[in-house]
Nanobody, 117 residues
Framework: QVQLVESGGGLVQPGGSLRLSCEAS????????MGWYRQAPGKERELVADISSSGSTNYADSVKGRFTISRDNFKKTVYLQMNSLKPEDTAVYYCKLTVIFSVVSYWGQGTQVTVSS
């Protein structure tokens, strides 16, 4: 059973920064695509950023230039550095692992990010 544990969420003022972490309990982390998604109240879950096993990254237009996704395969952890945060970034942020050559995926439990003055 794959477990994903997110951490790092919280309350931050507009313009501030947070770093989210997601640690995976699986032996195939390094070959998996890792992603961060978010879901705001009343909205559908959306992709924020993802990173492939080779390190290729993809970002939603709304976060380009402000957020950076990275991974540490030794620690089996994916990170999301969020800078210049805006109130519209407020959401529950979820980590997702997608098994290579597969449609099988796993989700974390989510971590709340609130951007407010």
């Amino acid at each position: 059973q794959v477990q994903l544990v997110e951490s790092g969420g919280g309350l931050v003022q507009p313009g501030g920064s947070l770093r989210l972490s997601c640690e995976a309990s699986t032996t195939f982390f390094s070959s998996s695509t890792m992603g961060w998604y978010r879901q705001a109240p009343g909205k559908e879950r959306e992709l924020v950023a993802d990173i492939s096993s080779s390190g290729s990254t993809n970002y939603a237009d709304s976060v380009k230039g402000r957020f950076t996704i990275s991974r540490d395969n030794f620690k089996k952890t994916v990170y999301l550095q969020m800078n210049s945060l805006k109130p519209e970034d407020t959401a529950v942020y979820y980590c997702k692992l997608t098994v290579i050559f597969s449609v099988v995926s796993y989700w974390g439990q989510g971590t709340q990010v609130t951007v407010s003055s």
